[in-house]
């Protein structure tokens, strides 16, 4: 089946550094894969996403792109602040044998950026 | 454009009892999925609903049951409840489930079991 694979967390950072969380993904089709972020008692947001091979997801200084050659959605952000400390989900979105499509979630990576 | 609601947003039960949990979707969306999150287990997929019709199920067992109504309102009731049911459940709903649509997910209901 379809699964999603991240680096452990947590990551600790100082403000303004480089942030690289790493994200690699099975699946049997064309997936189209997604960044969400959840914030401590909140549901989840969408951060970016990128629906085909090569595609650039981008928002919020965040990029991520969709490369299908090393089965990768790596998320980075050239500069983060301690508002960006939250637990990171990369996902995929594939239509589902019999019917309707699913997110699949890898495990979450907790960033901790401080001053 | 009103977000996903979700009600009530924190319910503590005891083992054996039953619950239903309501998500309301963002206004045209015909499409809700829900999905538990534990520690243990991260995020996982219960079920989507389309046009009130369950379109897929995830790996879960049948005390798990959901329903979607004429104006796209979900509901998803659990039975004979465990510990392990202690979760916290996210609803999301997006215009007409195409792969490539985004979910927006609802801040989620926190379910204890004592």
């Known amino acids: 089946g379809n699964s999603v694979t991240q680096m452990e967390g947590p990551v600790t950072l100082s403000e303004e550094a480089f942030l690289t969380i790493n994200c690699t993904y099975t699946a049997t089709g064309y997936p189209s894969l997604f960044w969400y972020v959840q914030y401590p008692g909140e549901g989840l947001q969408l951060l970016l996403k990128a629906t085909k091979a090569d595609d650039k997801g981008s928002n919020k200084g965040f990029e991520a792109t969709y490369r299908k050659e090393t089965t990768s959605f790596h998320l980075e952000k050239g500069s983060v602040q301690v508002s960006d400390s939250a637990v990171y989900f990369c996902?995929?979105?594939?239509?589902?044998?019999?019917?309707?499509?699913?997110?699949?979630f890898g495990t979450g990576t907790q960033l901790k950026v401080e001053l | 454009k009103a977000g996903v609601t979700q009600t009530p947003r924190y319910l503590i039960k005891t083992r054996g009892q039953q619950v239903t949990l309501s998500c309301s979707p963002i206004s045209g969306h015909r499409s809700v999925s829900w999905y538990q999150q534990t520690p243990g287990q991260g995020l996982q997929f219960l079920f989507e609903y389309f046009s009130e019709t369950q379109r897929n199920k995830g790996n879960f067992p049948g005390r798990f049951s959901g329903r979607q109504f004429s104006n796209s309102r979900s509901e998803m009731n659990v039975s004979t409840l465990e510990l392990g049911d202690s979760a916290l459940y996210l609803c999301?709903?997006?215009?007409?489930?195409?792969?490539?649509?985004?979910?927006?997910f609802g801040p989620g209901t926190r379910l204890l079991v004592l």
């Open positions: 999301a709903s997006r215009l007409a489930g195409g792969v490539q649509e985004t979910q927006y």
């Open positions: 996902a995929l979105s594939e239509w589902v044998t019999g019917g309707g499509n699913k997110l699949t």
